[in-house]
């Protein structure tokens, strides 16, 4: 599973209807920002983020300033391995590499992106293609954050 960040809520709500919830979820994005997902081979996709990982008025829950990420470095999560390639205005990683320890196609993994209030799923680019995801309108908007 992957895609934008679920919050625990949703997981909560699914157990309450009786609902599968997944074993894991990675988020390749965390705040509000346009993204443009390249698919490079069968298990990677390459993560271009136009404000950084970090953006948002939440986007520092999810890393503390004074452990920056940099170019080049690893980060190894349950098989899952990601490659900072560069770094946004904010300090945050700007582009990122995910490779999956299964192919992105596989039946075990859902795609999903936040999209007017819900989630929804969606299909990976084949490889060697970009997809564009628009900006997601969350719920702090209402807030003006």
Do not use: C
Request: positive net charge.
């Amino acid at each position: 599973m992957a895609g934008w960040k679920v919050f625990p809520a949703a997981f909560a709500l699914q157990a309450l209807e009786g609902r599968p919830r997944p074993r894991r979820l990675s988020a390749l994005s965390t705040g509000p920002t346009p993204i443009e997902l390249a698919r490079i081979d069968e298990h990677t996709v390459r993560v271009d983020l136009e404000r950084g990982l970090f953006a948002g008025p939440l986007g520092r829950l999810f890393r503390n300033v004074a452990q920056p990420l940099a170019p080049g470095q690893l980060v190894r999560l349950n098989g899952l391995e990601i490659e900072i390639l560069s770094l946004a205005a904010d300090g945050s990683p700007g582009s990122l590499r995910y490779r999956f320890p299964t192919p992105l196609d596989d039946d075990n993994l859902r795609w999903i992106r936040w999209d007017d209030g819900r989630y929804v799923t969606f299909e990976p680019p084949a490889v060697g293609q970009t997809i564009s995801l628009p900006r997601p309108i969350g719920p702090l908007d209402r807030f003006g954050w």
